[in-house]
């Protein structure tokens, strides 16, 4: 059974730093491309950050560029998400995504082409 755990969430104040990790347990770790989304109260789930199945290729959603940096350890069956300098507009759950839909060494965006989600961690970030 596929499962992806999240870690990392909590509460700090704006101008803070978190480091989620989501670890999976993927046979095949580094045929899965990865994502974080974040989903606030209301809003439909967004994509954050991607990272390609060799983590040469990543993405960012505008908000996040230059505060957010994602990054894999395939030996490790692990992808993480540096966030710094946190906003009150961060505040959300995250989830991370996996995904092998596309077989070409890409970022995907669309939720759609993901085949399994963590259970998700609460970022809340207060001014």
């Known amino acids: 059974q596929v499962q992806l755990v999240e870690s990392g969430g909590g509460s700090v104040q704006a101008g803070g730093s978190l480091r989620l990790s989501c670890a999976a347990s993927?046979?095949?770790?580094?045929?899965?491309?990865m994502g974080w989304f974040r989903q606030a109260p209301g809003q439909e789930r967004e994509f954050v950050a991607g990272?390609?199945?060799?983590?040469?290729?990543?993405q960012y959603v505008d908000s996040v560029k230059g505060r957010f940096t994602i990054s894999r350890d395939n030996a490790k069956n692990t992808v993480y998400l540096q966030m710094f300098n946190l906003k009150p507009e961060d505040t959300a759950v995250y989830y991370c995504?996996?995904?092998?839909?596309?077989?070409?060494?890409?970022?995907?965006?669309?939720?759609?082409?993901?085949?399994?989600w963590g259970q998700g961690t609460q970022v809340t970030v207060s001014s």
């Open positions: 995504g996996a995904g092998s839909y596309y077989v070409e060494d890409i970022v995907v965006v669309p939720t759609r082409r993901y085949d399994y």
């Open positions: 993927l046979r095949t770790f580094s045929s899965y491309y």
């Open positions: 990272i390609s199945r060799s983590g040469g290729r990543t």
